[in-house]
């Protein structure tokens, strides 16, 4: 007697579709967060489950003890792009399932290297686990899971973990990229000073006629790097750069703080010309070789 009634539920259910199936409304929604420092891209797959007045999250919702994925349903995943470490701990390049112990004072955090395991499934002991011990701290209520980066810089990031009135903060270090050098024969043919001038119309916002002042750019060695130092560039800009080549008298600047790199211009080329044995100047160029500054040796 019911046989018709299941037939009629298949047919409405093929009529609907999967993409109008796939528009249901789940309590615990999926994110998704990357963050890229130094050419190493992290990221985080995960479910944001809410607190909903459930008493205490952890030693009530996920009790002491318990292996469970900071998250929902599918496992929570951690991704990187290259070898990272993750509070001192190596993290070979790949893609992780994400699990934590918690416990009343230090927990543990482990990855298994299978990522597509649900969260019923929590893994048993393996030796190809990476694990770690974390510290939490109280923070301020957060109701929905969330993973942030508060801080990133060119060695790594901050990777905090949040929910209910606990955090969990991680550190995760990245490989620094290989950076070309310049030789001593080649350093010697750039060192000295150039009157460097802007190409082109003034820049937006400027009044008509209106040209940035000229500039002098004061280029050094310092043993590894080319070091240049721009003389008159309007206040509160950056005035420090090292060059790090890109091809054969060919450079991006980096701008300098504290002699430490903290941002490349990887769109912009400094490229020389070379003339017995040394640089008659330098033109600064941009995105489809746009012409932006041109420089000339004055010493």
Known sequence: MRAP?????????????????AGQVRGSERATISQASNGTTVTIDYARPHVRDRGPVFGGLVGWGHVWTPGANEATTFEATKDVTINGVPVPQG?????????????????DPRPDLYHTQPPEPRADHIRLVVIPEESAHVEALTFEFP?????????????GATSIPLRIDVPAPPVRTVGNAEAGTLVGSYAMTFAGPPPPGAPPGAM?????????????????????????LPNEFALIPVADQVFNPAWLMNGEVFETEVDMFFE????DGAATGFDVRGLEDRLMMRARRVR
């Open 5 to 21: 009634h299941v037939t009629s539920l298949i047919v409405a259910l093929i009529a609907i579709g999967p993409a109008q199936l």
């Open 212 to 236: 940035p002042p000229p500039m002098t750019v004061v280029l050094t060695f310092d043993g590894e790097r080319m070091v240049g130092a721009i003389e008159g560039s309007p206040p509160g």
């Open 151 to 163: 801080l990133v810089d060119p060695s790594g990031m901050a990777l905090r973990f949040r929910w």
């Open 272 to 275: 020389f010309s070379i003339a």
């Open 95 to 111: 893609r992780y399932s994400v699990w934590m112990i918690p416990n009343q004072s230090n927990w543990e955090l482990f990855l």
